[in-house]
Every structure is written in structure tokens, then in C-alpha cells.
């Protein structure tokens, strides 16, 4: 269920993502914002979906799976960090480098190392908060209403 959860939480997100911005958001806003949302940091496009396939996948898989979907991508990107070190370039030009919004057009690294992390992430924020609501809505059910005196 793991490996299902995380795949969904990259490639589905990915895939899902560029059906939703083709399919539905560009007749709306136009393809170059679509582009933008999808291509370009912050992606506010993957990021977004991530949250909403997360919270759906919470309906299907009950399990706590999707809450861990981050950490191989962590150590993915952890290891494209330590590999610009080891070229030679400081701390904080690789964080710029891989966390920076002024990357465009060359965001190869970051499309290949951070959007993992940052989608991956956002699915299990969305998991999360479908999680709380469910166990808020079970405690709303399970709490008695308060007898009134008239």
C-alpha cells in the first residue's frame, strides 16, 4: 500500500495535474497560465493537486501510508544537496538552487528533485486534513446533544 501511495503521489499527482490544467483550467485562464502554474515554481498546480489526491486517496486506502509518501523524496533531494556541495558550491546556492523561484527555464534539478518533495508532501498534508475531518466528524456524531430544560 506504500509503494501505491507514492506512486500516486508523484507520477498520479504529475498526470493528474496536466489533465486538470489542460482539460478544464486551460479553456478557462488560458495555456500559458496553466503552464506557469504547472512548470514554473512555486507550482502552485502540482502542489494543489497533491492536496486534493491525497485528500480522495484517504477515501479509498484508510491506512497511514500516505502520511510517510515524503521521505524518499527527501532523501532524493538530500542527495542532489550534498552532490552540488561536493562540486563545490556553498549552502546557500544550492538551497537557491533547488528551493529558489528564479530558476525558469532551467528547472530541470528542481522538476526532477524538489517537485517530488513538494507534491509528495502536499499529498500527505491532503490525507492529513481528510484524516481530522473524518475523526471530527465521528466525534461530532458520538457526542450526545445536551438535554434542555423548559
Request: glycine content about 6%.
Given at each position: 500500500m506504500y509503494c501505491l501511495n507514492l506512486i500516486a503521489a508523484t507520477a498520479g499527482v504529475w498526470f493528474c495535474a496536466k489533465v486538470f490544467g489542460d482539460v478544464v483550467l486551460a479553456p478557462i485562464v488560458g495555456r500559458g497560465y496553466v503552464f506557469a502554474a504547472g512548470l514554473k515554481p512555486p507550482y502552485a498546480l502540482d502542489i494543489g493537486m497533491g492536496i486534493f489526491l491525497g485528500y480522495v486517496s484517504r477515501f479509498r486506502w484508510r491506512g497511514s501510508h500516505a502520511l510517510w509518501v515524503w521521505i524518499p523524496p527527501a532523501i532524493y533531494l538530500a542527495a542532489g544537496i550534498v552532490l552540488w556541495l561536493q562540486a563545490g558550491f556553498h549552502i546557500g546556492d544550492s538551497l537557491r538552487h533547488?528551493?529558489?523561484?528564479?530558476?525558469?527555464?532551467?528547472?530541470?534539478?528542481?522538476?526532477?528533485?524538489?517537485?517530488?518533495?513538494?507534491t509528495t508532501v502536499a499529498?500527505?498534508?491532503?490525507?492529513?486534513?481528510?484524516?481530522?475531518?473524518?475523526?471530527?466528524?465521528?466525534?461530532?456524531a458520538t457526542s450526545e446533544p445536551s438535554a434542555e430544560k423548559t
Open positions: 533547488f528551493f529558489g523561484l528564479d530558476c525558469y527555464p532551467l528547472c530541470q534539478d528542481q522538476y526532477e528533485r524538489t517537485v517530488p518533495l513538494y499529498y500527505a498534508i491532503g490525507s492529513l486534513a481528510q484524516q481530522r475531518r473524518k475523526r471530527f466528524n465521528e466525534a461530532d
